[in-house]
Nanobody
Framework: QVQLVESGGGLVQAGGSLRLSCAAS????????MGWFRQAPGRESEFVAA?????YYADSVKGRFTISRDNAKNTVYLQMNSLKSEDTAVYYC??????????????????WGQGTQVTVSS
C-alpha cells in the first residue's frame, strides 16, 4: 500500500513558477512509476507528466514542466515554469508498481493523492 500526499500548490501570476511535491509512504518507492494528472473545473482529468524508465509529458506542458524524483526522500516533484491561466487545476500525483503501462492513462495507476490546487491568474 502506498499513500501519496501532494503539496506546493497555490496562487501564482501567469508567467510564474511553482514546484509541486508528492511525498510517498510505503515500501519500494523507487520501483514505482509516478505520474501527475490535473483536473480543471468542468473538465475531465488529463495527463500531465510521468516518470518511469523515461519521462513523458503532455504536449501542452512540454518544455515548461519537469518531473523528477528523489528516491532518498520518497518524493516526486513537478516543476512548473511559464505558467498559463489554462494550467489552473487540481493536480494529483499517482503511483504504479507496474513494469510497463500506458503512463498517460489514469488506468495505469493504482494509488492517488488527494490533490493540490494550482491557480494561475492572468
Amino acid at each position: 500500500q502506498v499513500q501519496l500526499v501532494e503539496s506546493g500548490g497555490g496562487l501564482v501570476q501567469a508567467g510564474g513558477s511553482l514546484r509541486l511535491s508528492c511525498a510517498a509512504s510505503g515500501r519500494s518507492f523507487s520501483s514505482y512509476a509516478m505520474g501527475w494528472f490535473r483536473q480543471a473545473p468542468g473538465r475531465e482529468s488529463e495527463f500531465v507528466a510521468a516518470l518511469r524508465w523515461s519521462t513523458y509529458y503532455a504536449d501542452s506542458v512540454k518544455g515548461r514542466f519537469t518531473i523528477s524524483r528523489d528516491n532518498a526522500k520518497n518524493t516526486v516533484y513537478l516543476q512548473m515554469n511559464s505558467l498559463k491561466s489554462e494550467d489552473t487545476a487540481v493536480y494529483y500525483c499517482a503511483a504504479s508498481p507496474a513494469y510497463d503501462s500506458n503512463w498517460s492513462s489514469g488506468y495505469g495507476y493504482n494509488y492517488w493523492g488527494q490533490g493540490t490546487q494550482v491557480t494561475v491568474s492572468s
